[in-house]
């Protein structure tokens, strides 16, 4: 009987977690699957079921999946994003002058809220507004439309989105890269390493688990990014992202079925970046388990 108890002890303490698992993450994901394979319009009562043909649909009619394209932007900022995060990691994780500052600098956008970020860019990004005067001090003059010129405007969105999240990979680097024994950094130096050499043979390869966690965070944000682009173009002049078009066809166009299709093949896709990354960079502590 006390053996039963010990094996059943851990499962009453999962049982509270598991419940909120399935309640919130697996339910609405089956239920979502279903609306999938409905024509439903959010609204009636009747949810005609029409198999596939929202899949169809989605993989036939290319201006559905055009707005991929636009996620590569928000792709090469997170690229950008992530080397930035990894030099400041690297060198405030060394005894530099007004290191805790910087620290708080560097992280601060990311706990503004990001309707506020969107409003603030706003007024930053209009014709003859402060990213104008600020270019004007370079000599560079002219009012530029830095949201209504489809050739600016999803590079200014992805500047937008790399300013705010690039705390978020700085704290994750420079996290992984203190929990490295300073026993080591000591040895490096007594052998003549130089501070590259340490970066490239010491941190870089003891961090890599992290710097595959940073690199799905950005895949997938790429795939997924909404809140600033909806609130600031609200989809506009070639800034439409896949999600933005989720939204707008399940509550503009009232086609939840195809949006719902939309979001499932979005999952998926991120799924399948994880599980690409996770075979390329394996966990390497799993192995010590």
Do not use: C
């Not at 000599?139 to 999240?165: C, E």
């Not at 950094?185 to 130089?194: F, I, K, P, V």
């Amino acid at each position: 009987m006390r053996r039963l108890t010990t094996k059943a002890t851990p499962w009453l303490f999962l049982l509270v977690p598991l419940a909120f698992l399935l309640t919130f993450t697996y339910a609405p994901v089956a239920n979502l699957v279903w609306y999938s394979l409905t024509k439903w319009d959010g609204f009636s009562p009747e949810m005609p079921f029409v198999g596939p043909d929202n899949y169809a649909e989605l993989f036939t009619r290319p201006d559905l999946f055009q707005v991929f394209f636009v996620s590569l932007f928000y792709l090469a900022s997170g690229a950008v994003q992530m080397v930035l995060a990894l030099y400041f990691a690297t060198v405030l994780s060394f005894n530099v002058r007004f290191r805790a500052f910087f620290k708080g600098v560097l992280f601060f956008p990311y706990l503004i809220n990001g309707v506020a970020i969107g409003f603030v860019f706003l007024y930053f990004f209009q014709p003859g507004g402060t990213l104008d005067s600020v270019l004007r001090l370079f000599g560079v003059h002219g009012q530029h439309l830095w949201l209504g010129d489809p050739d600016l405007v999803n590079w200014s969105l992805a500047g937008v989105s790399l300013w705010r999240y690039l705390g978020l990979n700085f704290v994750l680097f420079l996290g992984a890269i203190q929990s490295i024994p300073g026993e080591i950094y000591e040895a490096a130096e007594l052998d003549g390493a130089s501070r590259w050499r340490q970066v490239r043979h010491l941190i870089v390869p003891g961090i890599r688990p992290v710097i595959g966690l940073s690199a799905i965070l950005v895949v997938s944000g790429s795939l997924s990014v909404f809140e600033i682009p909806y609130i600031m173009t609200a989809g506009a002049n070639g800034s439409t992202t896949f999600v933005i078009q989720t939204v707008k066809l399940a509550f503009q166009f009232n086609k939840v079925g195809l949006a719902s299709a939309a979001a499932i093949v979005l999952l998926a896709i991120v799924l399948l970046v994880s599980w690409v990354q996770r075979r390329l960079v394996p966990d390497e502590g799993a192995d010590l388990v």
